[in-house]
């Protein structure tokens, strides 16, 4: 019977007042019930332009049918057919301006919460089936992944299901790149990620840690080793400052920093020797998804005050819609249309405020967007002890620096043609390290790609 309600089935939620002092997963997830009253909202076109959207293109109306009937274990088995990471992408990726966009429901109503049932039936048979894949037998052929984050992790899967002797290189001491080190476990559970991780060590996927590709070894030394082929899914990892006055007093940090301490060092934990500023009054300058993640993950870590500073207004903010609303109930307060202009200091060079000057909005730039003009005469002082700086990131240039032929753009992005190759002969690309900062499904559509890619170059 279909359901046509034109909201969504309300996803459960902790309480923000408790949720703002705990690291645990906010939204608790669709009981089967639940699920299967929001699948009967779908109509099952007949020309369904929600897989159009879909980086990775999964079939979308046919795992929700399946879910309708109660079949889980189908459903996550059509999920898994073009994607990898189901349990992730159900929970990071912005369905809200991809597969969920194009579904006619939206028209009248909001669309089928086709991300929400996504991660129902990942987490539905991790907990009830969890079998791990079993280990395609080998081709003969070895390729080296780079990076283990949502592309690597991609690449290494669908690599090591058509035969492929797989290693995947991770330069931090936990496999997941961006998955364990950028997003926070009231996001993305750890524990969630370390279990994809196994799958691919059922898989044949060998992973080493530790290992910094340009430094402990290079691309050459990897194709001397044997590897055939090489993808390189390094992500943008190198963080952007503004060069105002101020930013080398202690107490400004990246993002990146703050929430690698936070998550992968479990500064959060008291168990835990990983320092970290205990703030009281924290500005994280940004208002992309990583300020959200930065400014939340403060309040949890005790901050009194949380501000996140931007540029333009709240329309023009990058962040998801869902983590804004998130962070303004856990208490994060917004500054918008304001821009740091000083950073001012203490005797101890310690950040004791922050100067900032008011914006007005002006004409649109070449992003689109209306460019942020400085009004005048308005500067105020924000009191504050902490300044986490999430401006956006670039590639690390090491692996460019060390590998002979590897072009990259003037932002530092690799260079890579029509089918992920770089300018190098044998090294694919893929993810952020070719885009620049974007979202986890668009990385794992990359890796898909660069695998396909290396498959047809290793077969040609």
């Known amino acids: 019977m279909a359901n046509m309600t034109l909201t969504k089935t309300p996803m459960p939620e902790q309480d923000p007042q408790v949720r703002a002092c705990n690291f645990k997963e906010v939204a608790l997830g669709y009981t089967a019930e639940m699920a299967i009253e929001e699948a009967n909202r779908c109509l099952g076109c007949k020309n369904p332009k929600c897989v159009e959207g879909c980086p990775v293109n999964v079939r979308i109306p046919e795992f929700i049918k399946k879910v309708q009937e109660g079949d889980f274990k189908a459903a996550y088995e059509i999920v898994t057919s073009t994607n990898a990471l189901p349990a992730l992408s159900g929970r990071v990726c912005p369905q809200e301006s991809q597969c969920e966009c194009k579904c006619v429901r939206g028209i009248k109503g909001e669309p089928v919460a086709i991300g929400r049932l996504e991660r129902f039936v990942a987490d539905w048979y991790r907990e009830n089936v969890n079998a791990m894949p079993e280990k395609t037998p080998s081709n003969g052929k070895k390729v080296a992944v780079v990076g283990s984050g949502p592309a690597g992790m991609t690449a290494a ?66 194709f001397e080793m044997g590897y055939k082929a090489v993808f390189v899914g390094s992500g943008a990892g190198l963080p952007m400052f503004m060069n105002i006055p101020g930013e080398s007093l202690v107490g400004v940090m990246s993002a990146n920093e703050y929430l690698t301490r936070t998550n992968l060092m479990k500064a959060y934990d008291e168990n835990y020797d990983t320092p970290i500023i205990k703030s009281k009054a924290v500005a994280v300058v940004g208002g992309g998804n990583v300020a959200m993640d930065a400014a939340r993950c403060a309040m949890r870590l005790g901050a009194e005050h949380v501000y996140v500073v931007y540029r333009r207004g709240e329309a023009e903010m990058p962040a998801r819609a869902e983590e804004k609303h998130h962070a303004k109930e856990e208490g994060i307060e917004f500054k918008t249309l304001c821009n740091p202009v000083e950073i001012v200091g203490d005797e101890n060079g310690r950040v004791c405020g922050m100067k900032c000057i008011r914006m007005e909005l002006g004409e649109p730039d070449a992003s689109g967007r209306r460019r942020p003009i400085e009004v005048p005469d308005s500067e105020f002082m924000l009191d504050v002890d902490t300044v986490i700086m999430s401006l956006g990131t670039s590639p690390n240039p090491l692996i460019r620096s060390t590998t002979p032929g590897l072009e990259t753009n003037r932002k530092g992005c690799l260079i890579v043609n029509e089918s992920e ?32 890619a290396i498959d047809a170059y290793l077969n040609q």
């Open 421 to 452: 190759m770089t300018t190098r002969e044998g090294v694919f690309a893929g993810g952020d390290a070719v885009t620049g900062a974007a979202t986890v499904i668009l990385a794992m559509g990359a890796g898909k790609k660069g695998a396909a």
């Open 157 to 222: 899967s669908d690599l090591a299901k058509k035969g492929y002797e797989v290693t995947m290189f991770e330069a931090l001491h936990t496999a997941g790149g961006v998955l364990v080190y950028g997003i926070p476990e009231f996001r993305l559970p750890k524990a969630i990620v370390a279990n994809e991780v196994k799958k691919l060590e059922a898989q044949g996927v060998e992973v080493m840690t530790n290992m910094v590709i340009g430094r402990v070894l290079t691309i050459d030394e990897l």
